[in-house]
């Protein structure tokens, strides 16, 4: 097991990794032919993100035997955070791509 410190480390760096990734794959998607499909592929990218880091927060901060009410609040503050982290994503590669979208 992971020493909890560690680990929330770990899933912070992998969740900015992830607003990084998706941030410029929406914003290269979007400029291109394939503007279309910016927002599945993105969205797409985030349910993967979502049940790896869901899995690597419990695996992280809770001990076997698994306590479901343990298990359930991990589950819901991870949905919290891929929530928002896919709103950051989606509105930095906006930022990203918005000047070039309006001619300025």
Known sequence: MIPPRRATVALAA????????????FAALTVSSQALWAFPIVVSLWVAFLWTFTGKAIASWSTRPHQMGRVTAIIVACG??????????ILAGLLIVGPRSAAL
Do not use: D
Request: no cysteine; glycine share 0%; proline share 0%.
């Open 80 to 89: 919290v955070i891929a929530i928002v982290a896919l709103a950051a994503a």
């Open 14 to 25: 992998f969740t900015l990794a992830f607003i990084v990734f998706a941030t410029l794959v």
